[in-house]
């Protein structure tokens, strides 16, 4: 028996934060900072989980300086040809909070 387990087809995994998923986060910085009605100063993506679905969801932590912020993001199939889009964002949390799904 294995000590290890398979991802559940549809769940969150949690990833190594990459390349792209920063810059997706950080090219929706206004849509962010409109959501919550907020500027931000820092904005830097710092953990993510994913989840598979017609496309990709992400679930992006953001520290923003004061606190931070997690922030839904849904990149569609390839073959669609949509760009990336901010789904939702919710603030105040701290750096130690695990991120849960939006």
Request: charged content about 15%.
């Amino acid at each position: 028996m294995s000590d290890t387990t398979s991802p559940i087809c549809g769940g969150h995994s949690t990833v190594e934060l990459t390349e792209e998923v920063i810059a997706l986060a950080v090219g929706l910085k206004t849509d962010v900072e409109n959501t919550l009605s907020s500027t931000f100063e820092t904005f830097e993506p710092v953990a993510m989980t994913t989840q598979v679905v017609a496309g990709t969801v992400y679930h992006v932590k953001i520290n923003t300086g004061s606190d931070h912020v997690h922030a839904r993001i849904f990149k569609p199939l390839p073959h669609t040809g949509a760009p990336a889009t901010l789904q939702k964002a919710v603030g105040g949390f701290s750096a130690d909070d695990a991120i849960v799904p939006l």
